[in-house]
């Protein structure tokens, strides 16, 4: 279901590239040293997955709102949802592009490297560590929003509204704790703290205009 998708950069392998001539002790700390390396970029593209997700799932519930919902307030909660997440995956992809970083396919085989060694060797692997697992995951994701979406899709006036404000409640707190988890596990990196930061506000904005639209459709 879903293309192998890595954050990656060449500055990675030309941290971790020590040449293959070094000595056997010194290619195992290098392997182990480009392992982490890898294990900490594969762990970086994998939140940047997670954030792209939520906005993608938050644009599509706002289109399908726009197409059932009769309800002024819900409409215009729609769009602003459309707008806002819209922006957040500019900025994110926008975020990628300013550090040399790409949300792309990509062979991992250091045959094709420009920079061999121990040092790549352990990056890719650090890289390839847990993402089958993480594959199997979000995919399960994926699968479970478009159930959400046909059960919404098949529901019309007020019983929409409701579900369809419960499924944005449930991906907006979702979204808002992945980006204090980032704030905290990125707090070095200032770029991305930054992106999280207005990021944030973004999504409790939107928590609280559904709970008081929850409020209206209780009169």
């Known amino acids: 279901?879903?293309?192998?998708?890595w954050l990656w950069s060449a500055g990675l392998l030309a941290v971790v590239g020590l040449g293959a001539g070094c000595a056997h002790d010194e290619a195992k700390q290098?392997?182990?040293?480009?392992?982490q390396v890898g294990e900490a970029?594969?762990?970086?593209?994998?939140?940047?997955?997670?954030?792209?997700?939520?906005?993608?799932?938050q644009i599509v519930l706002g289109h399908l709102a726009l197409e059932r919902s009769e309800n002024p307030e819900v409409r215009r909660f729609a769009q602003e949802l459309i707008r806002d997440h819209h922006r957040n995956q500019e900025d994110l992809e926008?975020?990628?592009?300013?550090?040399?970083?790409?949300?792309?396919?990509v062979e991992l085989s250091t045959d094709d490297l420009a920079i061999g060694g121990a040092g790549?060797?352990?990056?890719?692997?650090?890289?390839?560590?847990?993402q089958k697992k993480y594959d199997k995951k979000y995919d399960k994701q994926v699968e479970k929003f478009y159930e959400k979406r046909d059960e919404l899709a098949g529901l019309s006036g007020r019983d929409f509204d409701k579900a369809f404000l419960k499924e944005v409640t449930d991906g907006q707190d979702r979204g808002?704790?992945?980006?204090?988890?980032?704030?905290?596990?990125?707090?070095?990196?200032?770029?991305?703290?930054?992106?999280?930061?207005?990021?944030?506000?973004?999504?409790?904005?939107h928590l609280q205009r559904a709970e008081l639209i929850k409020g209206y459709l209780k009169d």
């Open 41 to 57: 970029f594969a762990q970086k593209v994998r939140f940047a997955d997670q954030l792209s997700l939520i906005n993608q799932e």
């Open 176 to 205: 808002k704790e992945l980006v204090e988890e980032g704030l905290d596990e990125y707090r070095d990196d200032t770029t991305l703290a930054v992106f999280l930061g207005r990021t944030a506000p973004v999504l409790s904005g």
């Open 1 to 5: 279901m879903r293309t192998r998708r």
């Open 120 to 130: 790549a060797e352990g990056a890719s692997q650090g890289l390839e560590k847990g």
């Open 30 to 35: 290098a392997r182990n040293r480009g392992e």
């Open 94 to 105: 926008t975020l990628a592009e300013s550090k040399a970083l790409s949300l792309s396919a």
